[in-house]
Nanobody, 123 residues
Framework: QVQLVESGGGLVQPGGSLRLSCTAS????????IGWFRQAPGKERERLSC????????YVGDSVKGRFTISRDKAKKTVYLQMNSLEPEDTAVYYC????????????????WGQGTQVTVSS
């Protein structure tokens, strides 16, 4: 069964850090690029970052550039999103999904999504 499962969300104070994990089952990270998205209440879903299956090249959205870093461990079939300097505006449900991501460019989402993990940034 092809599946993505996120973990690592929680409550963090402003200025703090969290690392989210997205673990794949049913396929290898060698054949599928993975992206991270978030959706805050009342807002549209926002794409954050993706990492290419072929060469590990990365796209990072402007809103999180310099604060969020995507990485992967192919042996563990896991993609990470390291989030630093978190702000209350980062509060959202964070999702990972299979995407088309080539040479640092995000093209589009594909059809496998995780269930999401809540991140709340508050004092």
């Amino acid at each position: 069964q092809v599946q993505l499962v996120e973990s690592g969300g929680g409550l963090v104070q402003p200025g703090g850090s969290l690392r989210l994990s997205c673990t794949a089952s049913g396929f290898s990270l060698d054949v599928m690029s993975i992206g991270w998205f978030r959706q805050a209440p009342g807002k549209e879903r926002e794409r954050l970052s993706c990492i290419s299956n072929s060469d590990g090249s990365r796209y990072v959205g402007d809103s999180v550039k310099g604060r969020f870093t995507i990485s992967r461990d192919k042996a563990k079939k896991t993609v990470y999103l390291q989030m630093n300097s978190l702000e209350p505006e980062d509060t959202a449900v964070y999702y990972c999904a299979t995407v088309l991501c080539i040479s640092g460019t995000y093209y589009r989402e594909l059809d496998v999504w995780g269930q999401g993990t809540q991140v709340t940034v508050s004092s």
